[in-house]
């Protein structure tokens, strides 16, 4: 057997891919904050004397002319996203704006230390990069598309501009399981709840008490929400609600981090009757019982802090856990259409209380745009009822398949040739930017491919080695097979 483990990650086959990654995550690419990524792409397209153009939100355009023969094929659009998820462990210290990503192999996998890898969507980033600087390859006319800010919001393909592209078929390369195609995905809305409370005296006999629930597995909140993986803000609000008895209230909360991410960590003060810890043991054991398959390194602890003179009302706290408890988190539907498929989805991202506010948000997938605005208004619901200010906001549109497209044809033909195996056809539950980059440039004929990528948006992201060496493999077949125009 190789021994990875042995190599440096720029060793590593293909290097040209390994080495334009390791590049790539030398520089910080958090969503939203992606100047710095951005410098680079048109240093990189600069540097190889290609037709390198920025657009006004940040996306790179870069354009490399057919290699001999080629230049009668159709002009092929290769696409993947600057940006990365940046979550990390709570013990890990970690800068993502200032530092590039700590990387490591271990067996199969490159992973990262303590925080996500961005190999989502990294590994395309390099392999289109890979095409770009390669010059002995066959392809025909390739623009490669970099978007900005997928993660929080797809705001580079939603304001792409229009005018800049003349390809026919797009290569999307952030799908992250090397023998699936995607042909379709989901749209998805955020829904953001606030509520003002008046801080209130401490009631006598309460003493104060941090509570922590960490080492939840967490992960991408699309693909991975049919995994019934613990959700950090509703154990957290299982351990605190229905407490009136105990004269609970609530001081502060600190739940999840990324929108498109399951929460793995919440942090909660709270003041409280001592005669509460023997129940809060009791809870925290039945929970820690019940996902000790899914998430066998789930903990929960309390802990006295210092006294705290005031906090959240007994009222106001009812109301909150309460809101929390009624709102939908997990799978709504599956699909009637495609067996097994996740249709409409709900995950409650974060969890704020803090100075006088309380904040909740969450995102919704669907496939369908009815569905997707029937889950968003059934997890606003029990917060409109308890008096808070509702938004809807980020909202984009779904991929709907097309099973008779020419690229999806090719792609099938040369997988089942080069590995004697049927690739899974399938639409998933994730937001991909295929349908906002459609809505912009009507026509295209889209799919999406990847190598194996495991743990995405949670610091257990990890690449596979040999998977990114059958991607490099098959995504050069294709391009060499492009059909003419």
Not at 400 to 417: D, F, G, H
Request: aromatic content about 8%; hydrophobic content about 35%; overall charge negative.
């Amino acid at each position: 057997m190789f021994n990875f483990a042995a190599m440096n990650i720029r060793d590593l086959e293909p290097t040209i891919v390994w080495n334009h990654f390791a590049d790539l995550n030398n520089v910080p690419r958090p969503s939203k904050k992606e100047d710095k990524v951005i410098a680079f792409m048109q240093d990189f397209g600069s540097k190889l004397n290609l037709d390198t153009y920025t657009d006004k939100v940040g996306n790179v355009i870069i354009k490399k002319p057919a290699s001999p023969g080629m230049e009668d094929c159709q002009t092929v659009i290769m696409q993947s996203h600057l940006d990365m998820v940046h979550q990390k462990n709570a013990d890990t210290t970690f800068d993502f704006e200032t530092q590039g990503i700590e990387m490591y192999i271990q067996d199969d996998w490159v992973r990262a230390r303590g925080t996500t890898l961005g190999a989502d969507n990294g590994m395309g980033v390099a392999a289109i990069m890979a095409v770009l600087s390669a010059t002995n390859l066959k392809h025909p006319p390739i623009e490669a598309l970099f978007t900005i800010d997928e993660e929080t919001g797809m705001t580079g393909a939603m304001e792409l501009e229009k005018g800049k592209l003349n390809g026919t078929i797009l290569l999307n390369l952030d799908t992250e399981d090397d023998d699936e195609f995607s042909i379709g995905c989901a749209g998805g809305i955020d829904t953001n709840t606030s509520y003002k409370y008046a801080e209130v005296p401490i009631m006598t006999g309460s003493e104060t008490y941090k509570i922590t629930v960490n080492g939840l597995n967490g992960g991408h909140s699309g693909v991975q929400i049919n995994e019934e993986l613990g959700n950090a803000n509703k154990i957290m609000n299982r351990l605190i609600y229905d407490c009136q008895d105990y004269n609970l209230q609530i001081i502060e909360i600190d739940g999840g981090s990324l929108r498109n991410a399951i929460p793995r960590e919440s942090f909660a003060t709270i003041s409280v009757n001592p005669s509460y810890l023997p129940l809060f043991k009791e809870r925290a054991q039945d929970i820690r019982k019940e996902f000790s398959i899914q998430d066998p390194n789930l903990s929960i602890n309390i802990e006295s802090q210092k006294r705290v003179n005031y906090g959240m009302s007994l009222e106001d706290t009812a109301k909150i856990t309460a809101a929390i408890y009624a709102c939908h988190n997990g799978v709504f539907r599956y699909s009637q259409a495609i067996a097994g498929l996740v249709e409409t989805s709900s995950s409650l991202a974060r969890v704020i209380v803090k100075n006088g506010e309380f904040i909740t948000q969450s995102l919704q997938r669907s496939s369908l745009e009815t569905g997707k605005y029937d889950v968003a208004n059934t997890v606003a619901a029990p917060f409109k009822l308890m008096g808070c200010k509702i938004e809807h906001g980020g909202s984009y549109p779904g991929w709907s398949p097309n099973p008779a497209s020419q690229i999806l044809t090719l792609l099938v033909e040369k997988y089942e040739t080069l590995f004697n195996s049927k690739p899974k056809v399938m639409a998933i539950h994730a937001g991909l930017e295929c349908g906002l980059l459609g809505e912009r440039y009507p026509g295209l004929d889209m799919i999406s491919f990847g190598p194996t990528i495991k743990g995405a948006h949670s610091p257990d992201e990890r690449c596979s080695i040999s998977s990114t060496a059958k991607f490099w493999e098959f995504l050069l077949v294709i391009l060499e097979n492009i059909p003419k125009k």
